[in-house]
């Protein structure tokens, strides 16, 4: 029998415990800040680790990691990245190829804890959703944001990028960018369930299909033990 939405994993905390109900997301938040504070760690501390933002950085002004997104737009706005660039692009690309397609989405991307609070708060206050929206929008949008950036010769994505906005918020102090976050959380909470990353997300979008046929799947064991409880479809953003 499904469980309400605001009841979600608590048979899973009756039956596990808090930790061993909760460790996967405990890890992931660990990981997406620590992320978040090698990227802070230079202008906050003068401690450079990740010299850059979310859409390019050098690893201790040594190994470039640049988003395959941006470096697509560049292409496509008849710009010729650097190598360092296209070496960085490569090197993401191949690492979330082999990694499997939502590694950016939950362990790296700093916007999914706020979209994941959203959610949560959603289901505890038994929020309805009051709009719908086709998941394979963020496909389109992933085309729409590349021939944009064609026809316009510019990195269209970037002006309103919310992942390289978040953290231009956390150095600079709050700025138009912070209400973007801010509208993004609103809409997850009130419009669209799980709205940003599972139905609009661009960058999601393009990491989602590099990874498509990665090495590392989620899968569930035992499966035949399955109650139908609904939790996993409840709280995962791509059920």
């Known amino acids: 029998m499904a469980n309400r939405k605001r009841d979600a994993g608590r048979e899973a905390r009756a039956k596990k415990g808090w930790w061993r109900s909760h460790r996967w997301l405990v890890l992931r938040r660990i990981s997406q800040f620590m992320v978040l504070g090698m990227f802070l760690s230079g202008p906050w501390l003068g401690f450079w680790v990740l010299h850059g933002n979310y859409s390019s950085s050098l690893l201790f002004d040594t ?16 710009h010729l990245p650097a190598t360092v660039a296209l070496t960085g692009a490569v090197i993401i690309a191949v690492l979330y190829a082999l990694a499997g397609k939502r590694l950016f989405c939950s362990w790296v991307c700093p916007l999914n804890p706020v979209t994941d609070l959203a959610n949560w708060m959603r289901r505890k206050f038994d929020l309805n959703q009051s709009a719908t929206i086709p998941r394979h929008i963020r496909y389109v949008l992933l085309v729409v944001v590349l ?31 912070a209400l973007l976050i801010i509208a993004l959380f609103l809409f997850d909470l009130l419009v669209v369930e799980h709205g940003w990353c599972g139905h609009i997300c661009p960058m999601g979008a393009l990491y989602g299909v590099l990874g498509s ?13 399955c109650n139908r409880c609904m939790d996993c479809f409840h709280v995962c953003p791509e059920p």
């Open 213 to 225: 046929k990665g090495v590392v799947t989620v899968t569930a064991k035992k499966r035949e033990k």
């Open 147 to 177: 021939i944009g950036s064609a026809l316009t010769g510019t990195l269209l994505w970037e002006w309103i990028n919310p992942v390289s906005l978040l953290g231009r918020s956390l150095i600079m102090g709050f700025s138009s960018g």
């Open 63 to 78: 190994l470039p990691l640049t988003d395959p997104l941006i470096t697509l737009e560049s292409l496509a706005s008849g």
